[in-house]
Structures are given as C-alpha cells and as structure tokens.
C-alpha cells in the first residue's frame, strides 16, 4: 500500500521542480521512487531534505540537494500518523522530524501528504509529538498537564535516556482531547520552550492507497 501510493506521488514531481522530501517509511519509498524517475528521465530535480534519515536516502538515490537558504519549495511530499477525515488535519512526528517537516511542508506552494488508509480517522487522536529544548522539558510538561494533556517523554529505543532529535532537543508525547486543532496547535507553540509540535493543519491533498486504488482527499 506505502508503495503504491509512493508511486503515484513521485508521478507528480515534473522536470525544473524543487521537491520537499518527507521522512518516515513511505516517504522513504517516495524518495526512492523519485530518484529512479530522475535516473530513468533524466530530469532535473532537487531535494530539501526534512530529516537526517531523508537527506541520507536522498544522497543515496541520486537526488541533488539544496535548501531553504536558496530555494522555495515547489512541492513537498510527507506521510503522516494520522489524518482527520473531514478536515485533513494531521498528527505527523511519529518519527521525531516534525518541526523540520512542519518548516519545509507549510512552506511548499503544495504539500501533499502520502498515507494508506489505516492513517484515516474520524478524529485524530495520536498522541501529539513536541519537540522541546532539553532545559525546558519539566516546566513544559506542568504547562501540558495544565493543559489537560499526559505527556511523557519519548524515551530512546537502543539508548537509556530520551530520543534526541535532528535538532538536539527532546521529545514529549502529550495525549490530549483534539476539539480544536487550529487553536492547540498554536497553543502548544506559545509555551514557552517548545519548538514546534506534530499537529498540522495546513494540507493542500492527501493521497491514500486503499485496496481499490489511490483515492485523492481534498478540502
Ligand atoms: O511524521 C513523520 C516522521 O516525523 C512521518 O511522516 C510519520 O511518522 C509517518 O511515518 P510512516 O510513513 O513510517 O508511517
């Protein structure tokens, strides 16, 4: 399913574009996808990475690099955790790159989101991933409790301590009751000490692969 739909995304990338690459495992697939269309084509692409994972595999498939200190974004292509239905509001940074993927994503004149049909949801309610700065991570986590939230930090897998990010920060996981996700997502921001947070929702088209084909959802 990742595939297909990695497929069909890497089918909008068109010669001279500047493309966003997302992080996460079907972005991953849509990396590879669009270093082979820019091998067999012959086109001329370039790539801003969202993550250190992209910015390795797209050196890897051949993707020429730039960044956002010379370029705009003429598409980004990212995956999700989660995508509410009706609104096309997403919960992103399962995978800890949310605020880079926030800052290449919101700044595409097109941002389109690649998932399978397990990410659709009535609501969202994915725990919401914010990266913090490590100084602050106590004094936010009260603020998120205060908030109504649980938050906990996300703790590294083969590391005994937190996931430190791309960024050198950590991570809180904060679950909470999404009723206005325009409003919590600047919320969570103005706390001071956080850097970005994985609900977003500016999203042009999301592409999801279903068992009868790629379907195309859009506000
Ligand atoms: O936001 C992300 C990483 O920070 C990913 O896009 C998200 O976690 C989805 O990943 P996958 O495609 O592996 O399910």
Known sequence: MKLKVAKEAAKLIKDGMVVG?????TAAMFIR???SRIEEEELTVF?????FESKMLALQYGIPLV??????????IDGADEVEKETLFLIKGG?????MEKIVDYNAKEFVVIVDESKIKNKLSYPIPVEVLPQAYRVVM???KDMGGEPIIRLAERKRGPVITDNGNMIIDVS???????SLESEINNIPGVVENGIFTKVDKVLVATKKGIKTLKK
């Open 95 to 99: 995978g800890g790159c949310h605020t």
């Open 67 to 76: 960044s956002l200190d010379e370029y705009d974004v003429d598409i980004a």
């Open 21 to 25: 690459l997302g992080s996460g495992s």
């Open 47 to 51: 790539g801003i990475p969202t993550s």
């Open 142 to 144: 009260k603020k998120l």
């Open 33 to 35: 996808e669009l270093g």
């Open 176 to 182: 909470m009751e999404i009723d206005d996700a325009v």
